[in-house]
């Protein structure tokens, strides 16, 4: 069983940044693919980045060149740095943890970008 508590959400202006952190506990934490997902009222929760436990990474067409994700095994925490943030970033992000036979959410952290 693996607990994921996501942290680092808040209000940012237009070009902003933030980092999100999802600390996990309980589980093989390096044996897990880590996402973030974001979901927008009304909407779809989509994919945003992934990184496999080898370190290998993964965008959507959206935000990429402006999010990167990074994780640190020893402390069992994924990240996820934004950049540039625009208005249509403005979400509830939530972490994952994936590996065959295993899924496992937190219950997000809300990210406002508006002026």
């Known amino acids: 069983q693996v607990q994921l508590v996501e942290s680092g959400g808040g209000l940012v202006q237009p070009g902003g940044s933030l980092r999100l952190s999802c600390a996990a506990s309980?589980?093989?934490?390096?044996?897990?693919?880590m996402g973030w997902y974001r979901q927008a009222p009304g909407k779809q929760r989509d994919l945003v980045a992934a990184i496999t436990s080898g370190g290998s990474t993964s965008y959507a067409d959206s935000v990429k060149g402006r999010f990167t994700t990074s994780r640190d095994n020893a402390k069992k925490t994924v990240y996820l740095q934004m950049n540039s943030l625009k208005p249509e970033d403005t979400a509830v992000y939530y972490c994952?943890?994936?590996?065959?036979?295993?899924?496992?959410w937190g219950k997000g952290t809300l990210v406002t970008v508006s002026s």
């Open positions: 994952r943890a994936t590996r065959h036979g295993y899924d496992y």
């Open positions: 309980g589980g093989l934490f390096s044996t897990y693919v």
